[in-house]
C-alpha cells in the first residue's frame, strides 16, 4: 500500500482500488529531538532566571522564561519538518516563522496544567525534556481509562459520532509538538516525587497566511 499526501488530500492504493481522504481541523505535529540537541536544551534551560508564570494557565510553581534566540537555533532543523507537514495538511507554503516567547516548565507531584490555548500567537510547541521513570512507572500501573499520569492531551469540541476529536499521549523526552494556537491541551498530574519538565514556544507565522482576513482601506477582505 502507497500513499501520498498534499494539501489535505491523502490517496492511497489497497490493490487495484484507490481513494482519496480528506484532512480536517487542526494539524498536531509531532516529532523526535535528537539527544544532544535536547541536552543543549536542558543547558539552556538551567540558565533560566525569570518567572513566567504570571503568563501561563500552569497550576505549576516553576515556569522560566529561557532564551528565546538560543532555543530557536536548536530546534530549526525540526521546524523544517513542520513546513513539509504544513504544506502536507494544508496546502500552504510556510515561509518564515518568529518565536514570541519559550519558557521551560518543572512540573512536580500534585502539579498540572488545566485544559488552555495560547494566545498572541499563530502556533505553539511543546517539547519533552524530562520524563522520570518514576512517572513511567506510575502510567504502567494506571488501572483506569485514558492515558493516566502526566498525560499531554490535546482536544477540539465534543465527543461526535465518527469523529476523532482527542488525542492523548504517554510522552517521552525528546517528543515535540507544534500545534495551532487555538488547539486546547492539558497536561495531567502525577504522584511521583520527581520533576517532569518540557520546553513551550509561541510563534507568530510572517508571511500572508489565508486563516487571517487582511485589512485593506481600513476594510476587512477576505
Ligand atoms: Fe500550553
Given amino acids: 500500500m502507497e500513499a501520498t499526501t498534499k494539501g489535505g488530500e491523502s490517496k492511497e492504493q489497497v490493490k487495484e482500488l484507490s481513494f482519496s481522504m480528506y484532512h480536517w481541523g487542526p494539524l498536531l505535529f ?95 510547541s511543546t517539547l519533552i525534556t524530562e520524563m ?11 488501572k483506569g481509562t485514558g492515558e493516566g499520569p502526566a498525560a499531554l492531551s490535546f482536544f477540539m469540541g465534543n465527543p461526535q459520532n465518527f469523529h476523532t476529536n482527542s488525542f492523548a499521549f504517554q510522552a517521552e523526552p525528546g517528543d515535540f509538538f507544534i500545534f495551532p494556537w487555538n488547539l486546547t491541551h492539558s497536561v495531567s498530574t502525577f504522584k511521583s516525587n520527581v520533576v517532569r519538565s518540557s520546553v513551550a514556544a509561541n510563534f507568530m507565522i510572517k508571511d500572508n497566511n489565508i486563516f487571517e482576513k487582511k485589512k485593506e482601506n481600513g476594510k476587512d477582505k477576505a
Avoid at 504570571?54 to 530557536?72: H, Q
Avoid at 496546502?91 to 488552555?116: C, D, F, Q, R
Avoid at 522520570?132 to 494506571?142: M, N
Fill in 132 to 142: 522520570p521513570d518514576e512517572i513511567r512507572q506510575e502510567q504502567k500501573d494506571w
Fill in 30 to 124: 509531532k516529532t523526535k529531538v535528537k539527544k544532544e540537541d535536547l541536552e543543549a536544551l536542558k543547558i539552556i534551560c538551567k540558565e533560566s532566571t525569570e518567572n513566567w508564570s504570571e503568563n501561563l494557565a500552569g497550576i505549576i510553581d516553576d515556569e522560566m522564561k529561557i532564551d528565546s534566540g538560543k532555543y530557536t537555533k536548536i530546534i530549526t532543523p525540526y521546524l523544517k519538518a513542520y513546513k513539509q507537514a504544513y504544506f502536507n495538511w494544508y496546502g500552504l507554503e510556510l515561509k518564515a516563522v518568529e518565536i514570541t516567547a519559550a519558557w521551560v516548565n518543572y512540573m512536580k507531584s500534585g502539579e498540572s496544567n488545566p485544559p488552555h490555548i495560547h494566545h498572541n500567537c499563530h502556533l505553539s
